[in-house]
């Protein structure tokens, strides 16, 4: 089974010496059938004064640190080594795929509903309906629409009309900007996502990690962007 290492390094430095708020990390990944965590260890420097872990309400462990003094220098380093057995969208415990037959509109259960209600609100207005109008083009004008077909069609559209532009810092996009500009980092293209299935009934959460991109050679560097931190979108489809 695949063992992957992920070391993590921000470093921020200051010209003159600062005092330190609060910091709150999300580094530790989440553990699951098909992934293990097998070690992790943070270091950060300067030391904090006061360090303790916490759950989000959706599970993530988040690391929360306070500090003492001030500082010229701060630093956050984890190192993690997990076991990583993921199996093909759609694909039941022994690797077999599996033909979903989940169809537009979508029927979660009142048992599930109330948990799902936040990740189906929309976050963003959108006064005019053109992330609805961009949604509604991979809905078929007659008959059913495949779930499993939108979401590859909806992805394959993101990749295919945008341009992929990396950007290390500030909040994602809207979904109106990402529409306008074209072009959006993968959170940026995360948040579009997420609104247009949102506007179809879906419910849609956003999720960060890493992408693994093994090269067989030094001349041949994987996909964009591998060995990085990236973003995706998660959807719960109706069994």
């Not at 053109?130 to 993101?158: C, E, H, N, Y």
């Amino acid at each position: 089974m695949p063992i992957l290492s992920i070391r993590h390094l921000t470093r921020y430095r200051y010209r003159n010496p600062v005092a330190l708020g609060e910091h709150r990390m999300m580094l530790r990944p989440r553990e699951s059938y098909d992934q293990r965590l097998i070690s992790y260890d943070l270091h950060i420097g300067p030391t904090p004064a006061r360090q303790t872990n916490v759950h989000d309400v959706f599970g993530n462990c988040v690391g929360v640190a306070k500090f003492a003094g001030r500082t010229r220098e701060l630093t956050f380093e984890s190192r993690v080594r997990l076991e990583h057995t993921p199996l093909p969208a759609f694909a039941d415990m022994d690797g077999e795929i599996e033909t979903y037959t989940g169809v537009l509109p979508v029927a979660y259960s009142h048992d599930d509903l109330p948990d799902l209600m936040l990740s189906i609100t929309r976050q963003y207005p959108d006064p005019e309906g053109l992330v609805d109008a961009w949604a509604r083009r991979f809905v078929r004008p007659s008959g059913k629409t495949s779930l499993q077909t939108l979401l590859s069609d909806m992805t394959q559209a993101i990749y295919a009309e945008f341009r992929y532009g990396t950007r290390l810092q500030g909040a994602a996009q809207s979904p109106l900007e990402t529409l306008a500009l074209k072009t959006g980092s993968c959170r940026d293209f995360a948040m579009l996502m997420m609104e247009a299935a949102r506007s179809l009934g879906l419910a849609a959460r956003f999720v960060s990690g890493y992408i693994y991109s093994p090269f067989s050679n030094p001349t041949h560097r994987g996909r964009i962007g591998g060995g990085h931190t990236h973003a995706w979108v998660r959807i719960y489809l109706p069994a």
